[in-house]
């Protein structure tokens, strides 16, 4: 059964750092692109980064760029989104998100995923 499973989340100050982790199967994992979008109270969900399966290339949303890094580590089956610099504009709910023919550059673009996770909460206060 495939799964992404996602921790890491919680409150922090602004200015603060957090690391969310994707733990997913390895047929998944290695099979398939990988990334995060999130959704705060009252918006749609929005794409935040995305690492590819072929060569770890990543691509970031332009509000992250800086301050996230999105990685994978192989041996784990798990993805990760180091957060900086936190802003309370990023408090939301992150999902983990995988897809097998996507391209990592279109992800900011309106299209499903094949799998989601279900989510953990970012709560950034200021």
């Known amino acids: 059964q495939v799964q992404l499973v996602e921790s890491g989340g919680g409150l922090v100050q602004a200015g603060g750092s957090l690391r969310l982790s994707c733990a997913a199967s390895g047929r998944i994992f290695r099979g398939y692109n990988m990334g995060w979008f999130r959704q705060a109270p009252g918006k749609e969900r929005e794409f935040v980064a995305a690492i590819s399966r072929a060569d770890g290339s990543t691509y970031y949303a332009d509000f992250v760029k800086g301050r996230f890094t999105i990685s994978r580590d192989n041996a784990k089956n798990t993805m990760y989104l180091q957060m900086n610099s936190l802003k309370s504009e990023d408090t939301a709910v992150y999902y983990c998100?995988?897809?097998?023919?996507?391209?990592?550059?279109?992800?900011?673009?309106?299209?499903?995923?094949?799998?989601w996770g279900k989510g953990t909460p970012v709560t950034v206060s200021s």
């Open positions: 998100a995988a897809d097998s023919t996507r391209l990592i550059g279109t992800w900011d673009l309106p299209g499903g995923m094949d799998y």
